[in-house]
């Protein structure tokens, strides 16, 4: 019997307990949301900022094989012992996927190096995800592009390394465009960032937003191999030993 792949999703879960808007569009949370639309032998599990340590103690990170981080308002509030935390997990091989304005998480910002930056804008605009790697795992089963009625606006210049793999590019309403999906390799750990989900818009709601997320967990799913062993190392070959002269 295959093992369940361990997720854990990971939220502020600070908006939808003080906006309304936000709460009436995920009344259990965006978590909740998030997770609900994972398909596949999964077991998927929650944490939020509020939890003790964040929900992301070592025993629940040492039991993650991909971890889902969403936040928005509260960057500053998330320990960086809890960063540096998830980061060498990452190393390790954990899968991370970060969604929407989780690009400003310190999470992100620091495994990527960079400050995450962009342009921003709140116009209930239409946004479409454009597939530009349509033989990439991640977008199985998605046509040419999702499109969303209503979302907030992500521009470029998004302040990023350059992805190893850009999956998707999305186009606005307004005329901006952006990289709204990219995966990055850090150590053993593979990264997706997912530009859509603004709160206060039912986005993780819709079945091809939560068909990307999915794919995405299991493209992220740490590879069965062991860790590479770093440091000093006794060599593999008799060094012969050299005649100085």
């Not at 998330?78 to 060498?88: L, P, T």
């Not at 495994?111 to 199985?140: F, N, Q, Y």
């Not at 089963?141 to 979302?151: D, T, V």
């Not at 593979?190 to 999915?214: A, C, D, L």
């Amino acid at each position: 019997m295959s093992q369940k792949l361990k997720v854990t999703v990971w939220n502020e879960y600070r908006h939808e307990k003080e906006n309304e808007k936000v709460r009436a569009a995920y009344p259990q949370g965006i978590h909740t949301a998030i997770g609900e639309g994972i398909n596949g032998d999964v077991e998927v599990t929650y944490a939020t900022l509020d939890d003790p340590e964040h929900g992301l103690s070592e025993e629940v990170l040492n039991n993650t094989d991909v971890l889902i981080w969403w936040g928005h308002k509260a960057h500053g509030e998330v320990q960086d012992e809890i960063v540096a935390r998830v980061q060498k997990r990452v190393w390790q091989g954990m899968g991370l996927i970060v969604l929407h304005s989780g690009h400003f998480s310190k999470v992100f910002k620091t495994l990527m190096g960079t400050s995450c930056d962009l342009k921003w804008r709140e116009a209930d605009e239409k946004e479409r995800l454009w597939v530009v790697a349509p033989g990439h795992p991640i977008v199985e089963g998605i046509g040419e592009y999702i499109q969303l009625e209503e979302e907030e606006m992500y521009g470029e210049h998004f302040d990023i390394p350059q992805p190893d793999e850009l999956v998707m590019v999305s186009w606005f309403e307004g005329g901006e465009v952006f990289r709204s999906g990219c995966t990055f390799h850090r150590g053993n750990g593979k990264i997706f960032y997912f530009r859509p989900g603004h709160e206060t818009y039912p986005t993780y709601y819709n079945p091809q937003i939560r068909r990307v997320i999915s794919n995405a967990v299991h493209w992220a799913a740490p590879t069965k191999r062991e860790v590479p062993y770093y440091g000093n190392h006794k060599p593999l070959e008799t060094i012969q030993p050299k005649v100085k002269a």
